[in-house]
T-cell receptor, first 113, second 114 residues
Framework: EAGVTQFPSHSVIEKGQTVTLRCDPI?????LYWYRRVMGKEIKFLLH????????ESGMPNNRFLAERTGGTYSTLKVQPAELEDSGVYFC???????????FGSGTRLTVV | DQQVKQNSPSLSVQEGRISILNCDYT??????FLWYKKYPAEGPTFLIS?????DKNEDGRFTVFLNKSAKHLSLHIVPSQPGDSAVYFC?????????????FGKGTLLTVNP
C-alpha cells in the first residue's frame, strides 16, 4: 500500500510569490489533515477534510492560505502571497476514520526568502 | 499558549540503558495521548498511545505512563537501541467533536550512543 505522498519535498520561493503544495492520501482514506511545523516550534493543526468537505479549518493562519480537495482525492494547499513567516514544514496525513490512527506524509519544506 | 510541553529539547543515553522522555500538558480536556517518532526528512510515525482511563500502556520495549493528577506523561524505552535515535513528539487530543485534532509538543531529540 502506497503511503501519503507530498509534492514537492522542498520549495524555495520569494516573498510575495504563490506556492501550491500537494498531498495524495492513502487510497480509500476519506479523512485528510494538514499540519505545519514552523522552525523550532510544535507541529500545529491546520485543517481537516472529510472527502471533499472541510470539516474543520480552525487552524488556518489567515486568508492567504487556501486548501482544496476536489473530488475527495488529493488535496492542495495554496499560499498566496507567501510571507517570510510561512516558512516551515507542511505535513499532510490521512486516515480511514477520523481517529488518531492516521499516517503522515514526509512533508514539504517551504522556505520563503 | 503551549498546551503540550516537552521541556527537554534533547536527551542522550547509552545503548542498552533506559530512555525516559517526559511530557506535560495543561488542558484538562485532553483525554487521549500519543507518542510519535520522527526521523529526518520523514513524517511523524505513530509509536504508542494511552487513554486517560489508564495509567500505563506497554508495547514491547515501549511503555507510556500517564499521571492525570500531575498532567504528566512519560515514554520509557528499554533497552534503548541506536535505531531509536530520532525526535519524539508527545501529542494530545480532547473529547467531543474535535477529538481527531492533535496538539503536539515541540519534540525531544533522543540520541542513543553505541
Amino acid at each position: 500500500e502506497a503511503g501519503v505522498t507530498q509534492f514537492p519535498s522542498h520549495s524555495v520561493i520569494e516573498k510575495g510569490q504563490t506556492v501550491t503544495l500537494r498531498c495524495d492520501p492513502i487510497s480509500g482514506h476519506d479523512n485528510l489533515y494538514w499540519y505545519r511545523r514552523v522552525m523550532g516550534k510544535e507541529i500545529k493543526f491546520l485543517l481537516h477534510f472529510v472527502k471533499e468537505s472541510k470539516q474543520d479549518e480552525s487552524g488556518m493562519p489567515n486568508n492567504r492560505f487556501l486548501a482544496e480537495r476536489t473530488g475527495g482525492t488529493y488535496s492542495t494547499l495554496k499560499v498566496q502571497p507567501a510571507e517570510l513567516e510561512d516558512s516551515g514544514v507542511y505535513f499532510c496525513a490521512s486516515s480511514v476514520q477520523p481517529n488518531y490512527g492516521y499516517t503522515f506524509g514526509s512533508g514539504t519544506r517551504l522556505t520563503v526568502v | 499558549d503551549q498546551q503540550v510541553k516537552q521541556n527537554s529539547p534533547s536527551l542522550s543515553v547509552q545503548e542498552g540503558r533506559i530512555s525516559i522522555l517526559n511530557c506535560d500538558y495543561t488542558n484538562s480536556m485532553f483525554d487521549y495521548f500519543l507518542w510519535y517518532k520522527k526521523y529526518p526528512a520523514e513524517g511523524p510515525t505513530f509509536l504508542i498511545s494511552i487513554s486517560s482511563i489508564k495509567d500505563k500502556n506497554e508495547d514491547g520495549r515501549f511503555t507510556v505512563f500517564l499521571n492525570k493528577s500531575a498532567k504528566h506523561l512519560s515514554l520509557h524505552i528499554v533497552p534503548s537501541q541506536p535505531g531509536d535515535s530520532a525526535v519524539y513528539f508527545c501529542a494530545a487530543s480532547g473529547s467531543g467533536g474535535s477529538n481527531y485534532k492533535l496538539t503536539f509538543g515541540k519534540g525531544t531529540l533522543l540520541t542513543v550512543n553505541p
